[in-house]
């Protein structure tokens, strides 16, 4: 069931989603070698908190963190821990914040000091495509616009769209119907009607689109070992266009 989205509940997702921004804008100040991405989880779950608020994916079927974050191959859900960040690294921070029973989700990719002209490339392509797949979110357009618009983009550049991990609806609930897949054809799927909210998060491979679990049963990694990107935003589908709810 796909839930339209009242305007009162719409300004709620967007006060959830200005935190989960403000506390990537706060650590894209911590970045830096050395530091463990377990110390990145404590400083943004303490943020969180300090912004009445607390963080989604924190104890969601059992996830033991309050971010995920995930470096070089690793494409989602990566578990903080003692890691440690080092030159040259690219690192995804997802953020979901629950702020008065309303959720709001966002991610980035960071480019650790110098990093290679592959993975700078490769990290500006996937933050285009998400915006691409913005711009495609218009009343009367069908979801398989939105993944066909990336996976064109993506394809042509020779990178590869991540297909085990989609998009979804967010709400009062983290996840939601309709799910958002960043492939597919044009002109498929399910119309797009206003008042829908929405998460745009392609997840880009270097390499192959296959991906491989971790024995921690969340970590997911290129099959191939090769770079993965990703950036996310949660938008609202609106008479005017697409309203972003995850700027800070």
């Known amino acids: ?17 200005r935190i989960a921004s403000k506390t990537l804008d706060y650590l894209a ?14 400083l943004g779950h303490q943020f969180i908190l300090d912004n009445c608020a607390k963080p989604s994916p924190l104890n969601y079927r059992g996830y033991p963190k309050s ?3 995930s470096i070089n191959e690793e494409v989602v859900h990566g578990i903080p821990g003692k890691r440690r960040i080092k030159e040259g690294d690219i690192l995804t921070i997802d953020i979901t914040v629950n702020k ?17 002209e592959r993975a700078e490339k490769l990290v500006e392509t996937t933050r285009k495509s998400m915006y691409l797949g913005i711009n495609a979110c218009k009343i009367g357009a069908y979801l398989g616009d939105i993944g066909a ?61 296959e991906v491989v679990i971790l024995e921690d049963g969340w970590t997911s990694v290129t099959k191939d ?18 309203d972003i709810l995850t700027l800070s």
Not at 166 to 188: A, L, M, S
Request: proline residues 4%; hydrophobic residues 35%.
């Open 1 to 17: 069931m796909i839930n339209i989205k009242t305007q009162e509940e719409i300004e709620l997702i967007r006060a959830s989603g």
């Open 29 to 42: 100040t911590k970045i830096k070698p050395g530091i463990t991405t377990e110390q990145l989880d404590q």
């Open 67 to 69: 971010l995920c974050i």
């Open 100 to 116: 008065n029973g309303f959720h709001g989700d966002t991610a980035r990719t960071f480019m650790v000091g110098n990093v290679s």
């Open 149 to 209: 618009t990336i996976q064109n983009y993506i394809e042509s550049l020779g990178f590869s769209v991540v297909r085990n991990f989609v998009g979804h609806g967010i709400g009062r609930n983290f996840h939601e119907d309709p799910q958002v897949p960043f492939y597919g054809k044009k002109g498929t799927g399910l119309r797009l009607k206003e008042g829908m909210v929405l998460t745009i998060e392609p997840m880009i491979n270097e390499g192959t689109w």
């Open 225 to 242: 070992g090769l770079l993965s990107a990703q950036f996310e935003h949660t938008i609202v589908i609106t008479q005017d266009g697409p």
